[in-house]
């Protein structure tokens, strides 16, 4: 029933930044939801980025974006972002943000545990 649309994405040159914005649309608790980027190149499995908790706050990153992604929310605005700093060629992909689907236990390492996908927002780094 919820719906996720992200945006922000683009073209840029290596050490460029993008910020993501993910923001849920219909009827929906969205500040009870923990939510999660990630990101899925052609022929390759969607792995995860980033995930910001429901309760705390806490976040999480996967080794090659640490130091360089901050994910943050606005529970007012119903928007997530992922601001994306010193951007690299290997950081190409499509970007997807999605809820978890157990409400806190959850791994943010893996698709299957959120769900409300969007459609995604294509980042290309490229000199």
């Known amino acids: 029933q919820v719906q996720f649309v992200e945006s922000g994405g683009g073209l840029v040159q290596p050490g460029e930044s993008l910020r993501l914005s993910c923001t849920a649309s219909?009827?929906?608790?969205?500040?009870?939801?923990?939510i999660g980027w990630f990101r899925q190149v052609p022929g390759k499995e969607r792995e995860g980025v980033s995930c910001?908790?429901?309760?705390?706050?806490?976040?999480y990153y996967t080794d090659s974006v640490k130091g360089r992604f901050t994910i943050s929310r606005d529970n007012a605005k119903n928007t997530v972002y992922l601001q994306m700093n010193d951007l690299k060629p290997e950081d190409t992909a499509t970007y997807y943000c999605?809820?978890?689907?157990?409400?806190?236990?959850?791994?943010?390492?893996?698709?299957?545990?959120?769900?409300?996908w969007g459609q995604g927002t294509q980042v290309t780094v490229s000199s």
């Open positions: 910001i908790s429901h309760l705390d706050g806490s976040t």
């Open positions: 999605a809820e978890d689907k157990y409400l806190g236990d959850y791994n943010c390492e893996d698709p299957a545990d959120f769900e409300s």
């Open positions: 219909g009827a929906h608790a969205f500040e009870y939801r923990s």
